[in-house]
């Protein structure tokens, strides 16, 4: 937890939550859509690996193939397991498919 808040120093619960994988391919669409300005809202992920290309259009900057979860795939109706900031969580920054 320590190393966690070392990270994301804000006073913000944690929150734990299952996220299907085609919200999990929106919400990592949305974490490098104003890639390349500097914007709070850019990931600190562990356990993913993606390739973005930023000349691409807003929300279509990676291709699913490109995102692994634990080394396999993304699989868009596959469950998983996140932690995230309630900041985040309730849908601000523009992660709102954590809200739906």
Known sequence: MQ????????????MVLRVPGHKLYKLLENSIS????YQGKFPSISGIEMVFDARKPIGARINKEDIKIQGEVLDFD???????????ARGKDGYTDFLN
């Open 34 to 37: 104003s890639y390349p300005e």
């Open 3 to 14: 190393h966690i808040m070392d990270m994301l120093p804000m006073v913000d619960q944690i």
């Open 78 to 88: 596959r469950n998983y397991t996140v932690s995230t900031k309630n900041f985040l």
